[in-house]
Nanobody, 123 residues
Framework: QVQLVETGGGLVQAGGSLGLSCVAS????????MGWYRQTPGKERELVTA???????YYANSVKGRFTISRDNAKNTVNLQMNSLKPEEAAVYCC?????????????????WGQGTQVTVSS
């Protein structure tokens, strides 16, 4: 089993920046990819970005150029730096982990999920 704990959510003004972190524990050697999803009530869960242990990364078109995912394998941590945030990006951001490093842009590969952290963007 793998446990994921997110930190760093909060309130930010539109156009501002916020950083999130996710620490993995447990059977971390089974993890080959980690990603960030976001979800708002009434909307489908959306994959924001993901990264493999080898460093390959994926970004949703809507966040390219503004969000950056990074991974510290030694600390079992994946970070998400979000810049130029928009009000419509307010959501619960959840960390996810997968053993399969392929197909990281699809939800089905992710086996483990964190509880999420709230990001609020004021206009």
């Amino acid at each position: 089993q793998v446990q994921l704990v997110e930190t760093g959510g909060g309130l930010v003004q539109a156009g501002g920046s916020l950083g999130l972190s996710c620490v993995a524990s447990g059977n971390i050697f089974s993890i080959n990819a980690m990603g960030w999803y976001r979800q708002t009530p009434g909307k489908e869960r959306e994959l924001v970005t993901a990264i493999t242990t080898s460093g390959y990364s994926y970004y949703a078109n809507s966040v390219k150029g503004r969000f950056t995912i990074s991974r510290d394998n030694a600390k079992n941590t994946v970070n998400l730096q979000m810049n130029s945030l928009k009000p419509e990006e307010a959501a619960v951001y959840c960390c996810a982990a997968a053993g399969n490093p392929y197909g990281i842009s699809t939800a089905r590969v992710y086996e483990y999920w964190g509880q999420g952290t709230q990001v609020t963007v004021s206009s």
